[in-house]
C-alpha cells in the first residue's frame, strides 16, 4: 500500500498540538479582547454576537435546564446507530464488492454516482419517507458515514500487493487463506481509517438532519429553536458543546486507529 | 485481478457489463414502480411519500422543458453560490496554509483551533451565519467559503510538510537556495495533496450552500426543495433532488477531470478497480 501518498498527519498534529502555551495565550487574548469591546457595542453586535460572558451564562442556565439531557443523549444515540448501521453495511457491501469483482464492473456506475451525490440533498427525502422522528435521522447520518468504510474496504482488499499475492498462490494458498492471511491484514489500517472519517460524517449526517427537520429533539433541533428566537447565546453555547463532542470523537478514534491498526500508515479518503 | 484470469468469461466482456449495469438500473425503477402505494411486509407505502416513478419523471419534464427559464434562474443562483464560496474559501485556505506554514509561531497559536474547527461539522453554524449575513445569497456564499476553506488549508499545510527529505537535501547541497527550494520542489511535490483538499472543498463548498439554502433561502434549488417540501408537491421534490444530484455529480467529475489534466502525475489505484 506504498503506492499511496503517505500522510503522516497524527505525528505531524502531536507535535504542534504539543505546545500547549501559545495556543491558551491566544484564545485568552482574543476572549478578553473580545469582552472588553463588547459592552461598547463597538464593531459588534451583541444580539448577533453574545460576549463570552453571556455565552458562559447562558451555558450555565442550560446545564440548569431539563431538557438538555434529552436533546444531547437523543443526538449521541442517532450519531451512534446511524454510525453502527453505516460501519456494518460499508464493511458487508465493500467486501461483496472486493470479492466478487464482477459485482463491483456492473455496479461501478452507481457507487461513482453515490460517491459524488453530496448525500445532503437527500434530507428531505428521508423527512418524507420516514418522518419527523429519529429514523429520518439515523438514515441520513447512516447514509453519509456509509461510503468511506464501504470504499476503503472495497480499496484495501481488492489492491493487494501483487507480489505478497503470488508468492501466497505459489505456496499453494487457498483463496480462503490469501483472504484471511493477506487480504484482510494488509486492508485494515485503510478499513480503519474509512471507519474514523465515517464516525465524523455520521456526526455531521445526524445534525444536519436535525437541523434541516427541525422538529423532534436532539442537538441540531436546538440549535434550530434558539435560533428562530434569535437567542444568539445559546446557539454558541450548543455549538461549543458540539465542536468539543467533535474534537473528542475525532481524536478518540485517532488513539483508537493507533491501537487496533498499530502496523499501519495513515490514509484517509473523502467523498461527502 | 491477474489472479483471476481463467475465470474470465463472457460474464466480463464489457458489452456483458454494461448491459448489466443498465438492467441494474431499470430494475430498480421497476421496484420503486412496484412498492409506490403497496402495502409491504404490513408497512404501507403511500404514493404521497413514494410517488411512482412516472409521476417524477412528468414534473421533471415539466419543469426542465416547460420552465427553462425559472428553473435556469434557480440554478444560476445556486451556481453562484457554490462558485463563489469555492473561489473564496480555496483563495483563503491556500493564503493562510502558505502563511502558518511560513510563521511557526503563528501555526502554534492558532493550529489547535483549526483542527477543533475542521473535526466540527459545519453545518451547524449555518444558522450562525443566515443570522449575521441574512437571508439572501450572502449567507450561502459564507457558508460555501467555510466549507470550502478547511480541506485546502488543512491539505496545504500537510502537503508542504511532508515533503521527501531526499529531495531538500539534494537541492540544498545543489547550492539551490529557499526561494528556489520553495517554487521548484516542495510547492510541486505538494500540489497532489493540495488539488485534493480543493476537490474535496467544491464537495463542502456545494454541501454548504445547499444546507444554508435548506434552512433558509429566497431563491435557489435547495430552497425550490425545501419549499415543495412544504407545500407537498412531493413529485415535485423528488425531481428537484434528482437535477440537484446531477449538478452535484457533473461537478465532481469535472473536478475529478481537471485533476487528471493538472496533476497528470498522481498515481491514484482506486482507478485500477474499475478496469477489466
Known amino acids: 500500500m506504498d503506492k499511496i501518498a503517505p500522510t503522516r498527519a497524527p505525528s505531524f498534529r502531536r507535535r504542534l498540538v504539543g505546545d500547549f502555551l501559545p495556543p491558551l495565550l491566544f484564545l485568552a487574548v482574543a476572549l478578553v479582547a473580545w469582552q472588553l469591546i463588547a459592552p461598547t457595542g463597538w464593531l459588534i453586535n451583541p444580539l448577533l454576537l453574545p460576549s463570552p460572558g453571556a455565552i458562559a451564562k447562558a451555558g450555565w442556565e442550560l446545564l440548569g435546564a431539563a431538557y438538555l439531557g434529552e436533546n444531547f443523549f437523543r443526538t449521541v444515540y442517532v450519531i451512534a446507530v446511524g454510525f453502527v448501521i453505516a460501519v456494518v453495511a460499508g464493511l458487508v457491501m465493500g467486501t461483496l464488492m472486493a470479492v466478487v469483482p464482477l459485482l463491483r464492473l456492473v455496479m461501478y456506475p452507481y457507487i461513482i454516482a453515490f460517491q459524488a451525490l453530496p448525500k445532503i440533498v437527500l434530507v428531505p427525502l428521508f423527512i418524507v419517507l420516514f418522518g419527523f422522528g429519529a429514523a429520518a435521522k439515523i438514515v441520513t447520518a447512516a447514509a453519509i458515514a456509509f461510503f468511506p468504510v464501504f470504499m476503503n474496504t472495497m480499496v484495501g482488499l481488492s489492491l493487494v500487493d501483487a507480489d505478497q499475492r503470488r508468492l501466497m498462490e505459489s505456496l499453494t494458498a487457498s483463496r480462503w487463506q490469501v483472504f484471511t492471511k493477506l487480504q484482510i491484514p494488509s486492508a485494515l489500517p485503510l478499513i480503519f481509517a474509512g471507519v474514523k472519517v465515517s464516525a465524523t460524517y455520521a456526526m455531521t449526517g445526524a445534525l444536519a438532519a436535525e437541523l434541516i427537520a427541525g422538529t423532534d429533539i436532539g442537538l441540531g433541533r436546538l440549535i434550530s429553536t434558539f435560533s428562530f428566537g434569535l437567542q444568539m447565546d445559546f446557539v454558541f453555547i450548543i455549538v461549543i458543546v458540539i465542536a468539543v463532542m467533535a474534537y473528542l470523537l475525532f481524536t478518540g478514534m485517532e488513539r483508537l486507529g493507533e491501537r487496533v491498526v498499530f502496523w499501519g500508515e495513515d490514509q484517509e479518503r473523502g467523498g461527502g | ?276
Open chain 2, 1 to 276: 485481478m491477474a489472479a483471476r484470469g481463467s475465470r474470465r468469461g463472457l460474464l466480463y466482456h464489457p458489452g456483458m457489463r454494461w448491459t448489466l449495469s443498465a438492467l441494474v438500473f431499470v430494475g430498480a425503477v421497476a421496484l420503486w414502480h412496484w412498492a409506490s402505494g403497496r402495502t409491504i411486509l404490513g408497512l404501507h407505502i403511500h404514493e404521497i411519500i413514494l410517488p411512482p416513478p412516472r409521476d417524477v419523471a412528468e414534473v421533471l419534464w415539466t419543469l426542465v422543458v416547460d420552465d427553462t427559464g425559472f428553473l435556469l434562474e434557480q440554478l444560476q443562483v445556486t451556481l453562484l453560490e457554490i462558485f463563489a464560496g469555492f473561489g473564496i474559501g480555496t483563495a483563503l485556505g491556500l493564503g493562510l496554509g502558505l502563511l502558518l506554514i511560513a510563521s511557526p509561531l503563528i501555526r502554534k497559536m492558532i493550529y489547535p483551533y483549526i483542527v477543533i474547527l475542521h473535526s466540527m461539522p459545519g453545518v451547524v453554524i449555518a444558522p450562525i451565519i443566515i443570522a449575521w449575513f441574512g437571508f439572501g445569497i450572502e449567507s450561502k456564499i459564507v457558508q460555501s467559503t467555510l466549507g470550502a476553506f478547511f480541506p485546502v488549508l488543512i491539505n496545504t499545510m500537510v502537503g508542504l510538510t511532508l515533503v521527501d527529505e531526499h529531495g531538500l537535501r539534494l537541492m540544498e547541497s545543489l547550492t539551490a537556495n529557499r526561494r528556489q527550494v520553495f517554487l521548484k520542489y516542495r510547492f510541486p511535490s505538494a500540489l497532489p495533496a493540495i488539488f485534493t483538499g480543493i476537490r474535496i472543498g467544491l464537495t463542502f463548498a456545494m454541501i454548504g450552500a445547499i444546507i444554508s439554502e435548506f434552512l433558509a433561502a429566497e431563491t435557489g434549488l435547495g430552497q425550490l426543495i425545501q419549499r415543495y417540501h412544504y407545500e407537498l408537491k412531493i413529485p415535485e421534490m423528488y425531481a428537484c433532488i434528482v437535477l440537484i444530484s446531477v449538478l452535484g455529480i457533473v461537478l465532481f467529475f469535472l473536478v475529478e477531470w481537471l485533476d487528471r489534466k493538472l496533476i497528470f502525475w498522481r498515481d491514484d489505484p482506486e482507478r485500477r478497480l474499475w478496469q477489466q
